[in-house]
């Protein structure tokens, strides 16, 4: 399940993937590309080596998960045992009553109009 050699290299999107982080290793890649993949506060290109201690965060979903690296693997594993290859030191998410509504229209009212759709938009905070 884990790398046989511990100080082999391990790609950061490859990385992320092993742990669940993203669902895919081509979203990992994705991310990384995007800016949305920090190591050591720092951007980072998929290819970019990960070593144990190094703090990863990445960005998804309007929140952002911070890691430390605690153990290398570069093939996906369970999630209890993906869980054990990091620290998470991630900011709780906020609770559901304070997220944003979602502006909700009854059915068949039609498309909403200039004015409405502009209200929506102010409501998702666009």
Do not use: F
Not at 11 to 37: E, F, Y
Not at 46 to 52: L, M, T
């Amino acid at each position: 399940m884990t790398s046989a050699d511990p100080a082999a290299p391990v790609r950061v999107d490859s990385w992320i993937w092993s742990v669940r982080l993203t669902k895919s290793r081509s979203q990992a890649a994705d991310a990384c590309r995007g800016g949305h993949v920090k190591v050591n506060n720092e951007s980072v290109k998929p290819s970019h080596v990960v070593r144990i201690g190094d703090e990863v965060r990445v960005r998804q979903d309007q929140r952002e998960r911070v890691v430390v690296v605690s153990k290398l693997i570069s093939k996906r594993v369970s999630a209890p045992a993906a869980a054990e290859c990091y620290v998470d030191n991630s900011p709780a998410p906020p609770p559901r009553e304070l997220s944003v509504p979602v502006a909700l229209r009854d059915r068949g009212a039609g498309r909403p109009t200039k004015r409405e759709r502009r209200d929506m938009d102010r409501l998702r905070g666009r």
